[in-house]
C-alpha cells in the first residue's frame, strides 16, 4: 500500500471498457475503485480515472441501471465544477459493469482527519466553501448527492471535491423512505464540516435523518456552530442553501485557492505525497502486472 494506493491482485481484471488498470485505490459497497488510464470516448486522449467496477446484483433492476445512467449525464453536461470529480462515462450492461470518474491526486477526508486530527476554523470554512459550491452545482444539474461523508470528500493540491455522487439509491435513503433531495446533502454537510472540524461524528445513533436528535458539536469551534447547527436542523425547509452557506462560511473565497494557502502543512504534504505516488503508478516494475 502507497499512499492509499495498492497493487492489483491476482483477481483483479487488466482493463474495465477502456480504462487500462494501474491500482486499486479503494473499495466500497458499489464495488472496488481502481486508478486507470484509457480514453473515456473515441477520439478523446487518454487520461487518468477512477473506474468503479460495480456488482452485478446492483444492477439487476433497470430502472436503478437507467437512474445511474442519468445522474452520469446530468453530472456530465450539468455540473461543471472544480469541487465535483467530473463523471467520463459508465457500461451497465456489460459482463464486468463499470463507472468511471476524473481522478483526484489526493487523499480522502477521513484520511486525513484520522492522521492529523480536526482542522482549524478557517481550513474547515475554506472546506465548507468548497463543499457547498460543488453541492450547488450538482443541484443545479438536478442531481441530490444522496451521499456525502467525509469518505466522500478528496482533497487534492488545488480544490476538495466531491466523489460518488448520485450513488446512494435504496442503500442509504432517508428515514422516511424516500429518496434523497438536497436539503439532505446540507444536512449531511454539517455532519461532515462537525468531524473536520473535532475529529468526532455528532451523531453517535441512528445515522437516519427522521430519528436523529440533538447534534453533539463538543469539540467544535463556537464560530462555526451557528452555522453546522442550521444545516443539522430538524426541518428541511429550515436548512440553508448551498450557495448562501459557502458566502456565510467562506467570506473570503479560500477555497478557490490552493490547498496549501489554508491547509495545515501536514496535510498539504500528505496531499504531495499521494498525488507523487499516483504518478508512479504504471511506471517501470514496481505496479505493472
Not at 130 to 144: D, K, N, P, Y
Amino acid at each position: 500500500m502507497i499512499a492509499g494506493m495498492a497493487r492489483l491482485l491476482p483477481e483483479d481484471p487488466p482493463r474495465l471498457g477502456p480504462y487500462r488498470l494501474l491500482g486499486r485505490l479503494g473499495s466500497g459497497p458499489a464495488g472496488h475503485v481502481y486508478l486507470g488510464r484509457g480514453a473515456p470516448r473515441r477520439g478523446a486522449r487518454k487520461e487518468r480515472a477512477a473506474v468503479r467496477a460495480l456488482r452485478p446484483e446492483q444492477l439487476r433492476d433497470r430502472q436503478q441501471r437507467a437512474r445511474i445512467r442519468q445522474v452520469a449525464d446530468l453530472v456530465a453536461r450539468g455540473a461543471r465544477s472544480p469541487y465535483v470529480a467530473a463523471a467520463h462515462g459508465c457500461d451497465l450492461d456489460g459482463e464486468r459493469p463499470w463507472m468511471a470518474r476524473e481522478f483526484v491526486p489526493g487523499p480522502g477526508l477521513t484520511a486525513l482527519v484520522g492522521r492529523y486530527g480536526p482542522l482549524p476554523e478557517e481550513s474547515v470554512r475554506a472546506l465548507g466553501g468548497g463543499l457547498c459550491r460543488a453541492l450547488a452545482a450538482l443541484h443545479r444539474s438536478g442531481v441530490a448527492h444522496g451521499d456525502l461523508a467525509p469518505g466522500n470528500v478528496l482533497l487534492a493540491a488545488d480544490h476538495p471535491r466531491v466523489v460518488d455522487y448520485g450513488m446512494s439509491e435504496g442503500r442509504h435513503a432517508p428515514g422516511d423512505g424516500r429518496s434523497p433531495l438536497p436539503a439532505d446533502d446540507v444536512f449531511a454537510l454539517g455532519v461532515v464540516l462537525a468531524y473536520a472540524a473535532s475529529a468526532r461524528m455528532p451523531f453517535a445513533g441512528s445515522l437516519l435523518p427522521s430519528t436523529r436528535e440533538g447534534a453533539d458539536l463538543s469539540g467544535v469551534p463556537e464560530g462555526l456552530r451557528p452555522a453546522l447547527t442550521a444545516c443539522l436542523h430538524k426541518t428541511p425547509e429550515a436548512r440553508p442553501l448551498p450557495a448562501a452557506l459557502a458566502r456565510r462560511l467562506d467570506l473570503a473565497d479560500a477555497a478557490e485557492r490552493p490547498a496549501a494557502s489554508w491547509l495545515p502543512a501536514p496535510w498539504t504534504h500528505e496531499i504531495r505525497t499521494f498525488a507523487e505516488a499516483a504518478d508512479g503508478f504504471g511506471g517501470r516494475g514496481l505496479f505493472r502486472r
